[in-house]
């Protein structure tokens, strides 16, 4: 097998068996199982803001809360990704294996990945499943494909942007405040970033709801992998969305976000100092 | 054991220190490094590196071991020159390292981890955890490994891959005396193979009976290298006498310089003779003595050991040594933008 898949592979087996997952494991499945059980339950009453009535709306709708638990798991596992070893000594060690840079950052990105996109998905075709048995009707595969793939995409650019933190990290504590930081502004504090980037521009922020916040906040949203995921699912709900963006904003803002923090977080692992 | 297996040609190194400003955030500024490192090593010695804290020892070993990149200068490894390690895999194929303390911590065994290195290393790990000493442990979450188990899992660590040149960062630390004497014979058995082998540690005693030649570091830069025995010769530093004997005054006899006396029935003289004490100067001043009616009935040349040469060389101690420091002032550098 390639080095890196092999190293990838033994990395994220060994976090799989970890008192993380251990952690991680109930939130993922009580998040994203039971949100595709109860918003594709006939009887579940929404708000009326939420429209769950097609089986990739149940998709989209319960998106948010892969936003909330898988995010939040590869920040588990990404924020001391690197910071543990350097610290205990460990990345000496490996920086000095005659691996390439390149292929040992690459590597350790996919280590951290895998532990929880692999859950993530399992998790959600089960869902899917889920979804069928409630609503009797599957989501057309296209639906499928791009939540699969955007959901892939959403915790690679997590998993880079933690590994990334990591490096810079140089002991626990700016470690955690890195990894939980990033995760807080993106999932938390997003909305507030936006209303306080639509005061300044002035665009009327007092009501969200309005044509032109709501326009301005889909160009927001390209700066936030959460916001960039979103789009794209968006793409594919139809017109209860109302948020009008060209689609190749979104798909250009999601290649940046694969591959701008890709980009960095190897250039800075290429130069790291053990 | 004259063939270079390990050279070093000019090999220098700054620090870079973040110095923000409001104006420029990422701005660094030069800190302390290594200065033009020049030696060789024979292939299959051991070579101690000392030094005071903060010389350049650890920052010269990640340089050899491809952990940080020189500024100038090059490393050649068995006749192959290579001029950044961190960029060159070959090289750092030829290299192993065993850093300072590493903490191993989780629930994964020495085992997996020797596993996880050697896909890195593109190596086997065969008997590795059988040769330092952990074939009982190899199964033992390194949670529970004592800090001498899990030096001896960095030394594993260190020899994935056979590698010819293998740098050893204090690794004494936390090994009982029993595991210090298995250390000491592995590597004697190593370098006997052909490996070379660079120490650096700060326990002079355990490294003074193992390494061949010494390398002392100070400032960032190479005071002195070479045989023990013959620094011991150049610095002078095996020129005290220690004399004792009965009956007589031996004091007037001695026309060396002396450093001490008690005389009180039996006495007790050390003599200090700027040249050393060889057999001959020696001899003479034990028949002089004896023709003399004094009974000579101790005599022993102080033997200076690896804490004095760094005494010596760096003038650290303070115990009147400094004169003899050999640190090129002029070329001490001071932090500079």
């Given amino acids: 097998m390639n080095p890196i898949l092999a190293l990838a592979f033994d990395d994220a087996w060994s976090k799989a068996r970890s008192t993380r997952m251990i952690i991680l494991l109930p939130l993922l499945t009580l998040f994203i199982l039971g949100a595709c059980w109860g918003l594709s339950d006939p009887d579940a009453t929404l708000p009326s803001s939420i429209s769950a009535n097609t089986p990739f709306e149940v998709l989209f709708v319960a998106s948010l809360f892969i936003l909330l638990s898988s995010t939040l798991g590869v920040v588990l596992f990404g924020f001391d990704g690197i910071s543990k070893d350097r610290i205990s000594g460990v990345l000496a060690i490996q920086l000095s294996q005659p691996m390439a840079r390149r292929s040992l950052a690459l590597s350790m990105l996919l280590g951290t990945l895998l532990p929880v996109l692999i859950p993530t998905l399992l998790l959600s075709i089960l869902g899917i499943i889920l979804i069928k048995v409630q609503m009797g009707e599957w989501p057309n595969f296209a639906d499928i494909a791009l939540f699969l793939g955007a959901t892939t995409l959403l915790l690679f650019w997590y998993a880079t942007i933690q590994m990334y933190a990591s490096s810079l990290a140089k002991d626990m504590g700016s470690s955690i405040s890195l990894g939980i930081g990033a995760w807080l502004l993106f999932t938390m504090v997003w909305l507030l970033v936006t209303v306080l980037l639509a005061s300044a521009f002035g665009v009327d922020a007092t009501d969200t709801s309005n044509a032109d916040f709501e326009e301005f906040s889909a160009k927001v949203d390209l700066l936030s992998p959460n916001g960039v995921y979103h789009l794209l699912l968006e793409m594919r709900v139809g017109d209860d969305i109302s948020r009008t963006i060209s689609p190749f904003w979104v798909v250009t803002s999601a290649v940046g976000w694969t591959v701008l923090p890709l980009w960095a977080y190897i250039r800075r692992f290429q130069k790291m100092g053990a | 054991m004259t063939e270079a297996h390990l050279r070093i040609e000019g090999l220098s190194f700054r620090h870079q220190i973040p110095a923000p400003t409001i104006r420029n955030p990422t701005k660094k500024r030069l800190g302390a490094g290594l200065h033009d490192i020049s030696f060789d090593l024979p292939k299959g010695s051991i070579t101690g590196l000392v030094g005071p804290n903060g010389a350049g020892k650890t920052t010269l070993l990640h340089l050899l071991s491809g952990l940080r990149s020189p500024d100038s200068g ?82 594993a660590t260190a020899l994935l891959g056979e590698p010819e040149i293998l740098l050893l960062d204090e690794p004494f630390t936390g090994l009982d005396p029993v595991a210090q004497k298995a250390l000491k014979k592995l ?68 026309s060396e310089k002396v450093i001490h006396s008690s005389i009180n029935g039996n006495w007790s003289i050390s003599v200090e003779n700027e040249d050393g004490w060889s057999r001959k100067r020696l001899t003479k001043l034990v028949q002089k003595l004896s023709e003399n009616g004094c009974i000579p009935y101790h005599v022993e040349v102080k033997t200076a050991d690896l804490s004095d040469i760094l005494e010596a060389t760096t003038g650290i101690d303070g115990m009147g040594l400094s004169e003899h420091a050999m640190v090129p002032l002029s070329k001490m550098e001071v932090e500079e933008e």
């Fill in chain 2, 187 to 254: 590597t004697r058995e190593l370098a006997d193979r052909g490996t070379t082998i660079l120490i650096s540690s700060h326990l002079l005693n355990e490294l003074e009976s193992l390494v061949d030649r010494v390398i002392l570091l100070h400032h960032g830069q190479v005071v002195i290298e070479g045989e023990i025995r013959a620094i011991k010769r150049n610095l002078k530093l095996d020129k005290v006498l220690l004399l004792k004997g009965e009956k007589g005054d031996p004091l007037p006899l001695i």
């Fill in chain 2, 74 to 155: 090059s490393i050649e490894i068995a006749n192959e020159r290579f001029r950044d390690l961190k960029k060159q895999d070959a090289g750092r194929n030829k290299v192993g390292l065993m850093p300072d303390t590493v903490r191993w911590q989780g629930n994964s065994t020495p085992k997996q981890v020797l596993h996880r290195l050697s896909l890195m290393n593109n190596s086997k790990v065969g008997d590795l955890l059988e040769l330092v000493g952990l074939s009982s442990r190899t199964d033992e979450a390194l949670d529970r490994l004592s800090t001498g188990m899990g030096q001896r899992l960095s030394l």
